[in-house]
């Protein structure tokens, strides 16, 4: 009688332990998440804001620039992406990239 209380004891804990540590693995899926949609933001507006610039500049070598700073956003969206890992079921990556 006490060897199966302490099975159903031991089995309790275990359980326990799993909700615990799968309820923490979702925390930190959010965390990750919220985190790069703060990043992700910020980089599109920036991107925007070179384009714009781009178009505006009356030089190539300014130009040049304004490439820069669009390659290297898209570059920080990569790895942001990456960082996610594969995208959930039904979600796709709506934004792709333009050169002007």
Do not use: C, F, W
Not at 34 to 53: D, F, M, T
Request: charged letters at 25%.
């Amino acid at each position: 009688m006490l060897l199966v209380e302490l099975k159903q004891v031991d089995q309790q804990r275990r359980l326990n332990q799993e909700l615990n540590q799968h309820a923490q693995q979702q925390a930190a899926k959010l965390l990750v998440r919220s985190l790069a949609h703060e990043i992700k933001n910020p980089l599109g507006g920036l991107r925007g804001a070179a384009q714009l610039l781009e178009k505006m500049l009356p030089s190539d070598s300014l130009r040049e620039y304004t490439q820069i700073i669009i390659e290297q956003a898209d570059r920080l969206r990569n790895l942001v992406d990456r960082l996610l890992g594969p995208q959930r079921p039904g979600t796709k990556n709506q934004r792709t990239s333009t050169s002007s």
